[in-house]
């Protein structure tokens, strides 16, 4: 572990490694994610449910997408490690979207089911062995979360590209399979180099003799096909998202309590409170930014003129790619300048970051807002000043999301390492839900409601999510010393 911590440079040659594995997971899941709605609402070829239950459903798979990061980090941490739930991850994942692509109509929930499953065991695991390549204290680890986070948006980028590109030119199960086939791509690659990783995400329970340990192993392995029938269920109808909604936020917060019982320096348990209360405030976050897939892909659809700077251009490919181009142009950049501030003892505290990420997103909004001020007696508006919210909208997250994964890698203690990072997106599947809930309340009742009032109508709810925004900011900032003193030695 010693050689890999005292890698020479800016980044260790491990973290290459992960940003391929990552990428390659991420393009099989942004591409379903892509083609996701697009395939229920498709009354034709697809599933042929309304707009509206297309929305309702997209939701609850995100929400349980993320959800199940938790369950996933857990095991993880007391059982199969790093290392072995990320192959099991990939190969269900790989299972979820072949299913889906030998037959979309017949295996849709159930694919989708095992997608779930699939990626709860995969993504948050990955994110934790970047952590433990990095020993405490390495003032590289947080440049080396933005590298990583650009590999999660190049593999976001092509396959929200391909996958849509095949599923709706050639069919929609080409989507999928083309999904399934990049991960098997992901995981050869991860079998290929896990060596290279060292003792980083053996199994907890390696000391134990093989036949005890190969037991809880395959016990954990029939407890995720358990879930399978569960899931099915709960997807099949959205009722049941929100009742797990409410009992899985309880009790998942009942277990980070018990856990933080059995932490026994004081100063371990000031930093694990210090990355619950930072992880609280990622949810309000995630509810705005998630916009993006529900109210702001509506909102261009229906109010952006398509041409950009005289270029005609769909205003939902903007809505779609656009962060994904700009955290892959600039997260490099980010990552320069805070190595640089870093160097010069100027480089701003993950809570000051985290404050300063809402006060950018609030900009952002308030951009979305004043896109009202550009419209034409249509309703129309620009792409141009689209485009430019987006553009602020990514450099708030890269103040926050990247480094919020660095953040949870520096808070927990080593082997509640998993945990930590599922509950971190834990926050995001509560994100995606409320970003729902959100959207739905800004978008324009009225059936025959005209272009300008939807504009009206949207914009309002945009200048409301920059105030809860500047909001949250402001209180981070003023409160960025308290939670300071709770991070110990942890920047
Ligand atoms: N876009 C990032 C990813 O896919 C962050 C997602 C999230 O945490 N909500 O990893």
């Known amino acids: 572990l010693e050689e890999i911590h005292n890698f020479k440079g800016k980044y260790p040659k491990q973290l290459w490694h992960l940003f391929m594995v990552e990428m390659w997971e991420r393009f099989c899941f942004y591409g379903m994610r892509g083609v996701l709605a697009l395939f229920m609402a498709d009354q034709l070829m697809g ?15 995100q929400a349980f997408v993320y959800a199940f990061t938790f369950i996933g980090g857990i095991f993880a941490d007391k059982i199969l490690g790093f290392k072995k739930s990320l192959v099991f991850g990939g190969l269900v994942m790989i299972a979820g979207n072949l299913l889906i692509g030998i037959d979309p109509h017949q295996f849709f929930y159930y694919g989708i089911t095992l997608t779930i499953i699939g990626t709860g065991f995969f993504k948050p695991n990955i994110s934790s062995m970047v952590g433990e390549l990095y020993a405490e204290g390495d003032p590289r680890r947080d440049a080396g979360f933005s590298l990583f986070y650009s590999g999660i948006n190049i593999g976001a980028l092509l396959g929200g590209i391909v996958c849509v590109y095949l599923g709706k030119n050639y069919g929609w199960n080409y989507a999928f399979l083309s999904a399934a086939a990049v991960m ?64 899985v936020g309880p009790l998942a917060v009942l277990y980070y309590i018990i856990q933080l019982t059995k932490i026994e320096s004081s100063a371990g348990k000031q930093k694990f409170i210090a990355a619950f209360i930072m992880i609280a405030f990622s949810i309000l976050f995630f509810a705005i930014f998630e916009q993006a897939g529900g109210s702001l892909a509506l909102f261009a659809n229906s109010n952006v003129t398509p041409t950009l700077f005289g270029l005609s251009l769909d205003p939902n490919i903007v809505n779609n790619s656009a962060n994904s181009l700009y955290v892959i142009a600039f997260a490099p950049l980010l990552g320069i300048v805070w190595l640089w501030m870093a160097k010069k003892k100027t480089e701003p505290n993950t809570v000051i970051k985290f404050g300063l990420a809402f006060l950018i997103l609030a900009g952002a909004y308030y951009i979305f807002y004043a896109l009202r001020f550009f419209a034409n007696a249509q309703g129309m508006t620009s792409l141009e000043i689209f485009a430019l919210a987006y553009f602020v909208v990514t450099i708030a997250e890269l103040c926050l999301s990247p480094i919020g994964l660095s953040m949870v890698t520096k808070l927990s203690p080593k082997h509640l390492a998993g945990m930590m990072m599922g509950l971190w997106f834990l926050a995001s599947a509560y994100g995606q839900y409320l970003a729902g809930i959100l959207g739905a309340g800004m978008s324009d009742p009225s059936p025959d409601a005209s272009l300008t009032d939807k504009l009206m109508a949207y914009t309002d709810g945009y200048q409301q999510l920059a105030i809860y925004s500047l909001i949250a900011g402001v209180i981070l900032v003023l409160i960025s010393p308290l939670i300071r003193k709770l991070m110990h030695e942890v920047k």
């Open 47 to 61: 599933l042929g449910l309304s707009e509206k239950d297309s929305n309702l459903k997209y939701g609850a798979i």
């Open 184 to 247: 098997v791509i992901g995981v050869l690659f991860f079998l290929a180099i896990r060596k290279e990783l060292g003792p980083i995400g053996n199994s907890p329970i390696n000391h134990l003799q093989a036949p005890k340990r190969k037991s809880r192993e395959i016990m954990v392995y029939i407890g995720a096909l358990v879930c399978i029938p569960l899931i099915y269920i709960m997807i099949n109808n959205t009722k049941y998202t929100d009742l797990f909604m409410f009992i």
